[in-house]
């Protein structure tokens, strides 16, 4: 786990960006959620999967749409490669 904090530490730096990662064992959607209690925004990112994926796996971005106790964004990845467009939930 140690060198994935290096690696999101790093990149979050490049970007700019000054946080503390921070690994909690568990479920995504669960740990997300539970955690949103004490949040004032949740963001996450959605790969774009088929209806029938997310049928199949679920969807951690859906979940914690539906369930987070703060306002969630989420990210998606566009076809572009860099493209980015984020939408906003809000409870």
Do not use: Y
């Not at 503390?20 to 669960?30: K, L, T």
């Not at 572009?80 to 939930?89: F, H, K, L, N, Q």
């Amino acid at each position: 786990m140690a060198w994935g904090k290096r690696l999101v530490v790093g990149e979050l730096t490049e970007m700019g960006v000054h946080a503390r990662p921070v690994v909690i064992p568990g479920h995504a959607s669960d740990v997300l959620v539970r955690h949103s209690a004490n949040a004032e925004l949740l963001v996450v990112g959605s790969r774009g999967h088929s209806p029938l994926v997310n049928l199949w796996l679920g969807s951690t971005s859906e979940h914690c749409a539906q369930h987070a106790q703060c306002a969630v964004m989420i990210v998606r990845h566009g076809d572009v490669p860099g493209s980015w467009e984020a939408s906003t939930v809000s409870l």
